[in-house]
């Protein structure tokens, strides 16, 4: 029944039992009143529903209707009694689980003849056993009862460190990400020390042996000792092959083919690298004529890929001619070069570029492996984003500073781990140029710095991505490029040759500005060049030198391919470092000023604001005709009343009577209007129903009220604090289950629970016991120790309700809070929230669930295309808006054994009800839907009574439309978003990354 202000519920009850004694108070819920009649006096049914219609004005009555048994509860209690020990024992603190009913309460048959197991007790039931406890005047459930909780900075502290746990646990138990951490900028560091130490030094050139040592054993060559021999042939030739046999290589004596031929016949035959590896030199002999006279001629061969090869082929040729003219093995030229020094010209080009270039090769990649150590820390807060984790955080009374400061501090402490592996690395490999002058201190200090730089530039950068992977991949390749592009951009146009060193400079400070990669590349290149030409300067002997020519590299007049060096390593000026340490200490700071300004939502706001000024000139307003439609649907006469109330009533006046207010609440996602000025108000202690098909903007409604996106326009009230101005006090009030479950997988399921407590501010010495009645009372306990991301789907939506309940927060909004739930765990729920309403709380819930709604809302709207289409109790929307009876019988069976024919009753019914249509008959089974919705009830039992003794009918239920019937006739005009409506990446960074989310 659906009451009014005037209606007495004592004067009620006195009349219901004047007709059927045994009838029984079932709830009294807001303007609804619930009562249970038991099927055995169903021939009083008449009369009392007709006395009802009749004096429905005088006892304040503004609609009624009647409803039956659920297969569901039938479900629920067929298995009952198997599982009375186990439900026993989630009976907590006083909630009762409906499933426990058959021993501790006495059943009568309800309307159709079976019991559904609704309990009778000192709390009355909702009409599908829901307990509720209405009079009892705020007695709190037990996991809310008597918190005390923290304020100030006690609560700052409580809030600190529960995220600071957060990001610890993460870490540990996400060991795949922890161990690429820790390896993958350690081997880079090793890799840029191994290069550094494989760089050939800038020095003179050694003395050179001209033999075939440096080719190593094995070699062939060639020789031939002509036609016709002669004893000086034969004695050179054999010197020769014995010289080279020494060397373990293996002579080819060429004895057909004229000699130059063979060499080409040869390198053909096994091809030209094998030839070039293998035949340095050879030697060819015979006679010649010379003035008329014959002679011996001897020349050397060589191959041209060396080259030395013929100096070498020289020596080894003069060598054989020594040993037979001596006729003495023993004896040998050794021929050695040595290479003039260095000028000073060729010294100093040398040296400029291999100290450069050494330096940009350790900076380089060292950059690298630190790219991808930055970017793993955008991967948690991506995941935390994405599924709703971190809103879910910040609507539990977590503020900015302690969400991200704590962030930072374990980022921090995780990211100088690796780092201090990385000077580990940079001690063991004793590079002169990091090591000595304590300038491994400089480095730490880099890293340092760069640590506090880049960390809240990734903070903000990360805003942009949607995943993980994709944000991970994005922030290392941009990290990379903002590092090594912009180093070899710089290293590049500083050589001198190309004059544009003024132009280096520039990007330089530029770079410096934004890009902490860029600064700590520049800072390890600078340490490595600044000790590179000191050193060489040094060594030199540079202060006597400037005496004589104050233009030598190594002096300050130097004009050209000059060694600028700086005794400080910290110096400003190129080649120290201390520009680098300065720009990396204030970028930290100005990155974290930016990030607490998109926090804060003032740069939002501001990007909102001025959206709304370019995207709503020449718009329609959806309340510039009274008789707005919606998809084809005129709004509602009880839609237009709230709306025309709330927008006629002060504020004041309308925070003073209603818990939550909302006026003409509105968000547009570019051309798609998602909520269209919804108006609705919720009182104390009532539990609120959003209902409507996926995209009627439900969410986004959510998503305004819980600080989540900003209103386009309007706003909404809670407590008397709106949702524009004052949203974190509304966050301190304020309990969030969101439609999909932001849990964090790596933590367990009582870590979740004593994380947002603390967030609540729930003292410590609390938060065990009320963790675990939330545990008992949820039926968490078995699954309590294990990770959340190994909890089924109806599991997860047990805990995000109670992250939702923790704390005893004065509104709870619920969105689709037991999809994926059992009925005997959603039932439990439904036990819990109805106490949690009783005590005092206002609850907002959207469901896809009709029997959930009517359990548990004492006020709801259905939703189309972003606007509310109806409004009021589940009993006035039926009644209202509900199409006539639903009439199931069971035909009885006749003494012979057989079934009764429906087709008598069916008649019977036809001329009785005009309007009446078989929806099925077979087998004794008949299901009637008469849609006169003027019927009178009370004649329609009258009806079917006579019914039940004439045409043998051995049960029936009479019921109004569902609820969901109601809710499909209006819903099935809504019309989905369009899939152009969806905004990238590019988008949101258009819209200030977050503004437009």
Not at 468 to 491: D, E, H, K, R, Y
Not at 691 to 703: H, I, R
């Amino acid at each position: 029944m659906v009451k009014d202000k005037t209606c007495q519920t004592s004067k009620v009850t006195e009349l219901v039992k004047s007709h059927v004694a045994t009838a029984a108070l079932e709830s009294e819920i807001s303007a609804e009143l619930s009562y249970l009649l038991p099927f055995d006096e169903s021939d009083n049914f008449e009369k009392l529903l007709l006395e009802i219609e009749t004096k429905s004005s005088d006892l304040g009555i503004d609609s009624f209707g009647t409803t039956a048994t659920t297969m569901e509860e039938v479900f629920l209690k067929v298995g009952e009694p198997d599982n009375v020990e186990e439900e026993s024992e989630t009976v907590v603190q006083g909630i009762s689980n409906p499933n426990y009913a058959e021993n501790h309460h006495d059943k009568k048959p309800l309307l159709n003849g079976h019991s559904n197991g609704k309990i009778a007790n000192g709390y009355g039931t909702l009409s599908n056993g829901v307990a509720l406890n209405e009079t009892a005047g705020g007695n709190f459930i037990a996991f809310n009862k008597n918190i005390k909780k923290n304020t100030g900075k006690d609560l700052i502290l409580q809030q600190f460190y529960g995220m600071f746990m957060k990001k610890v646990i993460h870490t540990l138990r996400n060991q795949l990400v922890t161990g690429v951490q820790l390896i993958v900028p350690v081997i880079f560091t090793i890799m840029a020390l191994s290069i550094e130490l494989t760089i050939p030094k800038q020095t003179d050139e050694p003395p050179l042996t001209l033999n075939l040592q440096p080719f190593g054993n094995g070699l062939t060559e060639m020789y031939t000792t002509g036609k016709t021999p002669s004893n000086l042939t034969l004695g050179v030739a054999s010197r020769y092959e014995y010289t080279l046999a020494n060397r373990n290589d293996i002579p080819l004596r060429v004895t057909t083919a004229p000699f130059d031929i063979a060499v080409v016949n040869q390198s053909k035959a096994i091809g030209i690298a094998t030839f070039n590896k293998r035949y340095i030199i050879g030697l060819e002999m015979g006679q010649g004529m010379k003035d008329n006279e014959s002679v011996t001629e001897i020349i050397s061969y060589f191959n041209g890929q060396p080259f030395h090869s013929p100096a070498i082929s020289l020596a080894y040729t003069m060598n054989a001619i020594l040993k037979h003219a001596t006729q003495d093995n023993i004896l040998s030229i050794t021929t050695i070069n040595f290479p003039l020094p260095q000028s000073l010209s060729e010294n100093t080009r040398g040296l400029f570029f291999s100290t450069l270039g050494t330096g940009f090769v350790v900076a380089f990649c060292v950059i690298f492996g630190m790219a991808f150590l930055i970017a793993s820390f955008a991967l948690f807060l991506i995941k935390e984003r994405a599924t709703g984790a971190k809103h879910l955080q910040r609507v539990s009374g977590v503020g900015t500073g302690a969400f991200w400061f704590s962030n930072f501090l374990w980022d921090m402490i995780n990211y100088l781990i690796p780092v201090l592996l990385i000077i580990v690395v940079f001690a063991a490999f004793n590079t002169d140029a990091f090591v000595e002058d304590h300038r491994l201190g400089i480095l730490f200090g880099l890293f340092l710095l760069f640590g506090w730089g880049s960390l809240p530039f990734v903070y903000i950068i990360q805003f942009v991505f949607k995943t993980p992977p994709a944000g991970l991949v994005a922030v290392s390749m941009l990290n990379i490029l903002s590092g090594l592009a912009t180093l070899m951009a710089v290293f590049v146009l500083k050589i001198p040759d190309l004059g544009t060193e003024d132009v280096a400079t520039a990007l330089d400070w530029v770079f410096s500005v934004i890009f902490p990669t860029y600064c700590m590349g520049s800072g390890i290149m600078n340490v490595y060049t600044n000790y590179g030409y000191a050193e060489g300067c040094k060594a030199t002997g540079y202060p006597e030198i400037c005496l004589i020519d104050n233009t030598s590299p190594c002096c300050s007049g130097c004009t050209d391919t000059c060694f600028k060096f700086q005794d400080n390593y910290l110096a400003w000026e190129f080649p120290g470092s201390g520009k680098y340490f300065c720009f990396m200490a204030i970028q930290g700071a100005l990155f974290f000023i930016v990030l607490f300004l998109f926090e804060t939502g003032v740069l939002q706001k501001q990007c909102a604001s001025l959206s709304d000024k370019t995207s709503n000139v020449g718009q329609y307003s959806g309340l510039e005709e009274a008789e707005a439609e919606v998809g084809g649907i005129a709004e509602d006469d009880d839609v237009r009343a709230e709306r025309d109330r709330i927008n006629t009533t002060e504020i004041r006046s309308l925070v003073a009577s209603d818990s939550i207010v909302i006026k003409n609440l509105k968000k547009k996602y570019d051309s798609f209007l998602a909520v269209d000025e919804i108006c609705v108000s919720v009182a104390k202690q009532e539990c609120f129903g959003l209902l409507g098909q996926n995209g009627a903007g439900k969410t986004s409604t959510f998503k305004m009220l819980t600080g989540d996106v900003i209103p386009t326009s309007g706003n909404a009230w809670m407590n008397g604090h709106d949702i524009q101005h004052e949203m974190k006090t509304v966050h301190k009030q304020l309990g969030y289950c969101p439609q999909f479950d932001a849990l964090i997988d790596q933590m367990t399921g009582k870590e979740i629970l004593v994380m947002f407590a603390r967030l609540r501010g729930v003292c410590e010495s609390q938060i065990k016991s009320i963790v675990d009645d939330l545990i008992d009372i949820m039926m968490l306990r078995q699954y309590a120790d294990r990770q959340c991301g190994t909890y089924s789907g109806g599991n997860k939506r047990k805990l995000s309700t109670a992250v939702a309940l923790i704390g005893d927060p004065q509104f709870i909004f619920l969105d689709e809070p037991t999809t994926g739930m059992d009925p005997g765990a959603r039932r439990q729920l439904w036990n819990v929230l109805s106490q949690v309403r009783a005590s005092g709380r206002t609850l907002v819930l959207t469901s896809h669930s009709m029997e959930e709604c009517d359990a548990l809302c004492t006020k709801m709207v259905i939703m189309v295309n972003g606007r509310f289409v109806c409004c009021g109790s589940s009993q006035h929307l039926k009644s209202r808006f509900g199409q006539g009876y639903t009439l199931i019988c069971n035909m009885g069976t006749s003494e012979n054994g057989t079934q009764d024919s429906s087709i008598p009753l069916t008649q019977f019914l036809c001329d009785k009800f005009p309007s009446t249509q078989v929806f099925d008959a077979h087998q004794g089974y008949c299901h009637f839907q008469i849609t006169d919705k003027n019927l009178s009830l009370g004649l329609l039992f009258g009806a079917m009574e006579k019914a039940k003794k004439q045409f043998n009918v051995e049960d029936y239920h009479i019921h109004q439309a569902t609820l969901e019937q109601v809710f499909l006739a209006f819903t099935r005009n809504q019309v989905s978003p369009k899939e152009e409506e969806k905004h990238g990446i590019c988008k949101q960074m258009c819209c200030c990354f977050l503004c437009c989310s």
